[in-house]
């Protein structure tokens, strides 16, 4: 369960949080309560997540992500309802990996891969994803290649907002290396990067 303090707000957005608060968390990530942006909306709650430290490989950056849930009264035509889910997600790459511009693609996948395994329902989906390699020069040039892959999405979520929660959480562990496997199957060892 995610820790959630909301204890203010309309009957609607009070409902949705608590939806949030059902959802179950990865053990791979800590997931804390971070203050919403203040002008997107009449409500708003927002989480971020990162790879816990037991679960890093090596002493390299890792996966990270959060979101928001945006709340307005009355129904936004460009969102197609009351709700809009806005979710970020970074993870580094092996550099091969960052280069090929499939993986863009595949990124985009899992969102929506992740979102119909937990049997989220949305609609206006929208996002990007950016691949970032960077190569150092100069006092840096005794630095490897590395490469990070970002997304940045939104979706107006349909019922129950816990499985969205639960699919934001598979998405940044799958940018992260670690397997999409159902809540009842746990893996036989920890994945390490290559």
Wanted: net charge negative; glycine share 8%.
């Amino acid at each position: 369960m995610i820790e959630i303090e909301q204890k203010t707000g309309s009957a609607a957005f009070l409902a949705a949080v608590n939806d949030f608060s059902q959802a179950s968390s990865r053990e791979e990530l800590t997931i804390t309560q971070i203050p919403a942006p203040a002008k997107l909306a009449k409500e708003a709650i927002a989480f971020a997540a990162d790879v816990s430290s037991e679960h890093i490989h090596d002493n390299s950056d890792h996966g990270t992500g959060r979101l928001v849930l945006l709340y307005e009264p009355t129904p936004n035509p460009q969102w197609g309802g009351n709700f809009r889910i806005i979710a970020f997600a970074k993870s580094p790459l092996e550099t091969h990996i960052g280069a090929d511009e499939a993986i863009s693609e595949v990124a985009w996948a899992w969102l929506m891969e992740a979102l119909h395994n937990r049997g989220a329902e949305f609609s206006h989906e929208a996002g990007t994803t950016t691949r970032i390699i960077s190569s150092g020069f100069g006092s840096l040039s005794g630095q490897s290649d590395h490469a990070e892959l970002e997304m940045r999405s939104s979706w107006s979520p349909i019922g129950s907002l816990t499985a969205h929660l639960e699919a934001w959480q598979d998405l940044i562990c799958m940018m992260s290396g670690h397997p999409l496997l159902p809540q009842e199957v746990t893996p036989l060892h920890n994945r390490g990067r290559r």
